[in-house]
């Protein structure tokens, strides 16, 4: 068993994509009531949720929504799902649903692909501010 806050949701993301560490920093400020912690795919908390929930990341590269005790999610459905707990215009991504997971996942991966070439990549993942380290599993 792996110790983790009960009533938070982790959010597992690529710590060295541009675009995924845009869009932890779009979460967290629209995470309003504190629902989200982090931790990239490749730190020590990463790698340790990941074996626990026995997910093959070459297989699945995308970001990954872990409601601890509860259930995980991977691609387009963990971004929804996020997306879903936020207010406001947000609530319009539900309209989303409407649409089958396969073809939701196609755009997903053709988008995750493609990612480094559009977006860039840095060396290493991420360092939180000092600001945001209490969002962030060591």
């Known amino acids: 068993m792996i110790d983790l806050p009960k009533n938070k949701k982790i959010i597992l993301f690529d710590g060295i994509c541009n675009l995924c560490n845009s869009a932890v920093t779009k979460v967290i400020k629209q995470d309003k009531k504190n629902t989200f912690l982090f931790a990239a795919i490749q730190s020590k908390k990463g790698k340790e949720i990941i074996d626990y929930l026995e997910i093959d990341i070459a297989k699945i590269d995308s970001i990954i929504l872990y409601e601890p005790g509860v259930s995980y999610e991977v691609k387009s459905t963990a971004a929804l799902k996020i997306m879903n707990d936020f207010g406001q ?50």
Request: aromatic letters at 22%; charged letters at 30%; glycine letters at 4%.
């Open 89 to 138: 215009f947000w609530q319009l991504t539900k309209l989303l649903w409407v649409f089958p997971k396969g073809f939701r996942n196609q755009v997903y991966d053709f988008i995750a692909k493609n990612r480094y070439k559009w977006f860039g990549k840095k060396e290493s993942c991420m360092i939180p501010t000092k600001d945001l380290k209490a969002k962030f599993l060591d």
